[in-house]
């Protein structure tokens, strides 16, 4: 019985560290990533996107991922989520977004879907990447 349960947590100490390093993966990624809910909640997002994005974490996460977008933009991009959910290959698409200030940020976002084993959408999967340098804002 003792060596079934230290052999337990021993793949259980093996899992953590597993899981440490792809958060660690995750959050020094030179590029910007964010997970989202498939409604565009922010789930999970890396340093570099808050750096992007000049925000903290906490202030990020629970929030939608339009947010970001000009009021302008926001019901195209809420429609390109709809139509990615239909899709079975990752998006590409060039949107106008903003920092947490309000700098308006040209960017090229890679979009993917997350399937569940039944085929249903769980999460999105988003790489953005600065397109230029952020302009004053107006």
């Known amino acids: 019985m003792r060596w079934q349960r230290d052999e337990w947590l021993n793949k259980h100490a093996d899992l953590e ?6 958060k660690d993966l995750f959050d020094h990624a030179p590029a910007a990533y964010v997970v989202t809910s498939i409604d565009g909640a922010i789930r999970q997002a ?12 906490r202030a990020m996460v629970g929030r939608s991922l339009a947010f970001f977008v000009p009021d302008g933009q926001r019901r195209a991009f809420r429609a390109k989520i709809a139509e990615l959910l239909q899709s079975n290959t990752p998006q590409e698409w060039i949107f106008s977004m ?7 940020l040209e ?9 569940g084993a039944s085929g249903r ?18």
């Open 46 to 57: 890396n340093l570099a996107a808050l750096a992007l994005l000049d925000t903290s974490e």
């Open 98 to 104: 903003c920092s947490w200030e309000g700098v308006p």
């Open 121 to 138: 959408p769980l999460a999105l999967y988003w790489l953005i990447y600065a397109l230029g340098e952020p302009r004053a804002a107006s």
């Open 107 to 115: 960017t090229r976002l890679t979009v993917s879907v997350l399937r």
């Open 17 to 22: 560290l597993e899981g440490q390093r792809y």
